[in-house]
């Protein structure tokens, strides 16, 4: 399933949560949506999985409405960041419930899931502490197969193992089933691992939406040390974008033409260089440099 959100807005009285978002999502891909909390992340999901009705513009999947679509919405799996199940259920119950909602849902899948993360079925899931809702909350979901996951700060509170397994089991699910996923966070670090392209929210608005793969293909980082610093002439020549200097050692972003780079830098005679990608920190550092914002005050709290 295709996702297309265009020009939404969602207001609570005065104030406004989503201002003006439009986002193209591929199927079969992970796309992460960052932020710090308060960007609207949370309340743009809930629009984008038809819980929240929008104000103004609309959220199609493959050109149908989200909202109030039993159709739609019968392939579409959100996990909010606090697990929810019903007063006293055990396990066995949510998986009855979503079995009615979903149907998709595969009792074999169920029943491997929940052996592979030690659940019982017959578990009361208020009992569970934080991580473990969250792998009670997985279970459901994967066994539901969905076509589309919308995931909000997915793995907290989930240890590097079972963190590791949940992500594996998604990934599978991408590939074997084209499955889309949607992930909010504001952990940099673990959507670069993820993601196939990646936007940033801040105050509402969507200021960023870019391929990951686009990105790094035509940006890098280049660290080198030289005898005698070169002119503004080096600078040009490679197509630097943002460079700092440290006594002999220079260190640019590139963007473009990378493809020539190391060519063009042995005619300068650095003492030595080093080529290497860019993190996902430093694109939106220099990306949202551009547009005049600084990076720490959108992602890091």
Known sequence: MILNAENVDKSFGRKKAVDGVSLNIKAGTIHGLLGSN???????????????????????????????????????????DIPYFFRGARLSDMARFYRSMYPNFSDKRFNQLAEHFKLSPKVQLSSLSKGMKRQASFILAFSSRPKVMLLDEPFDGLDPIIRRQVKNIMLQDIANHNMTVIASSHNLREMEDLCDSVSIMHHGKLLFHRELSDIKGTHCKLQMAFKTLPDASFYKDLGVVQQSVKGRIVTCIIKGDLEHIEEKVTKYNPLMYDILPLTLEEIFAYEMGEQGYEISNIIVE
């Open 38 to 80: 308060g960007a609207g992340k949370t309340t743009f999901m809930k629009v984008l999985s038809g819980i929240y009705k929008a104000d103004k513009g609309t959220v199609r999947y493959d050109t149908h409405n989200v909202f109030e679509n039993t159709d739609v919405k019968s392939d579409l799996m959100f996990i909010h």
